[in-house]
């Protein structure tokens, strides 16, 4: 499929990208909006209940049209209708990438291998409503006859990340006379915490890997084991205290939990693209699986607006772009997602991981080093408080950090003028970044001379600004999936394999080798490095 598709390098749109590039640099936001200042409204664009102004970004028509023709070239359109209808794009691993089905009406078909995934994951979706049903009604009972209270998610990564971030953003929905809590670690700390205050009778246990052997979740999972058989006793207490959500029933089985009570997903649902599987068991549960539909209608939307809409008008073809636009041609090495909402407290979080892992790679589809640079890293906190800390290097720092800010009408919470003093900050802040505050408005202030360069902004900081009605279920699906898709573009751009994460396997292999060096009873030889030698020596000795 990337056969047509000329080397990065040799597309016309991104040789004519380069010389735009030169015009554009060293013109300021200030002049460019002097010059156009319909431009405020212009570049703007709506989809899924999300308004997006991108007018504060260094680009004029010409840039927009240039990046357009470079997502053209690039094939993003091609690739994303090999996405939508299960052709194998992840070509490393030789697997369709289909988390879009995960939220595919009933009513729609897309076949993999031969068969029509649409009707397994709704299964799998009225299974969980059934169970987080029982859940919430206090139905389903521990081994002692005590309904649940307590629900602790154990996973890491992608089955971690989504399930954390979506309890934290949507806790307003959640039932809350049931407590909700999550395992990754591996440090024994975050088990102990979780637990401390709980009693397993009244504690279920959602076991959430893909893989069933990630080392992190088996270790938490066999404490959780062992936790609970040491109140419970009994080994039947197991299947009434442990669900599984996995796509590998024989060790779910091996580990002692009923394939009953295992809920499935599939090899083409990538572990950062998982929230809205079975993975998203947790969240179902804490909002009930009316809001979960609701979550999962918002995801829809947006992945129709990404596959059908003009790229001028696309709400994650133009975020996409505009990130490659600032990573290729201004040398930008972050994004800082600015939240101004407390409940996508661990958005930012969460998205470093779909950002990083997806287009963290250096070579293309076909194994060639990719000569651009590519995925850049994302980072932020909620606003206001960023504000207070590390705004000052965004504004008056050396370094070009393109902005995210996602700002809501409506409080969920309204509690007097809070609400409005919020995205008064919003908005002045993406102003000061873009417009600055030149050495002449800093005299006229009458600041003394010796201070005035340390006043001066210098402005032309890039920044978007997201907004949408109230934060709900619905909302918070239009914001990942458009994250999604701004990755996707990203990745198609750059002719990388967005699902792949060869990067974190190498990580797993040399740790379980190095453990059993450490706790190896004789003297191990080891052949590492001197220095990791050396380490594990130490650590040896005062362990
Ligand atoms: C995600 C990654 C990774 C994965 C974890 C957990 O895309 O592949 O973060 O989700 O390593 O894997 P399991 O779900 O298999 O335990």
Known sequence: MTDRIAPLASRPAWKALQQHADTLRPQHLRDIFQTDPSRGSRFTAQACGLFLDYSKNRITDETLKLLIELANQSGLRERAEAMFTGKKINTTEN??????????????????????????????????????????????????????????????????????MAYEALRHYSQRDLNFRFVSNVDGTDFAEAVRDFHPEETLFLVASKTFTTLETMTNAHSARAWTLGRLKQTEAIARHFVA?????????????????????WDWVGGRYSMDSA?????????????????????H?????????????????????????????????????????????RFPAYLQQLTMESNGKHVTLDGAEVLADTGPIYWGEPGTNGQHSFYQLIHQGTRLIPCDFIGFYKSINPLGRHHDMLMANVFAQAEALAFGKTAAEVRAEGVPEPLVPHKVFAGNRPSNILLAERLTPY???????????????????????????????????LATRILGEIESPSEPSLTHDPSTSNLIRLYRSQR
């Open 95 to 164: 697997r369709a990438v289909l988390h879009v089905a995960l939220r595919a009406p009933r009513s729609e078909s897309i076949v993999v291998d031969g068969e029509d995934v649409v009707p397994g994951v709704h299964q799998v979706l009225d299974k969980m409503a059934a169970f987080a049903e029982l859940i919430r009604s206090g139905a389903w009972l521990g081994y002692t006859g005590k309904p649940i209270r307590n629900i602790i998610n154990i996973g890491i990564g992608g089955s971690d990340l989504g399930p954390v």
């Open 245 to 265: 959500i996995s796509t590998n029933a024989e060790a779910v089985a091996k580990f002692g939990i009923d394939t009953a009570n295992m809920f499935g997903f």
């Open 279 to 299: 993975i998203g068991l947790s969240t179902m549960i804490a909002i009930g699986p009316e809001n979960f539909r609701s979550l999962l209608e918002g995801f």
């Open 301 to 345: 939307s947006m992945d129709v607006h990404f596959r059908t809409t003009p790229l001028e008008k696309n709400l994650p073809a133009l975020l996409g772009l505009l990130t490659v636009w600032y990573t290729n041609f201004f040398n930008a090495q972050t994004v800082a997602i600015l939240p101004y909402e407390q409940y996508l407290k």
């Open 475 to 509: 909302t918070l699906g239009t914001l990942v999936a458009l994250y999604e898709h701004s990755v996707f573009t990203q990745g198609a751009i750059w002719s990388i394999d967005s699902f792949d994460q060869w990067g974190v396997e190498l990580g797993k292999v």
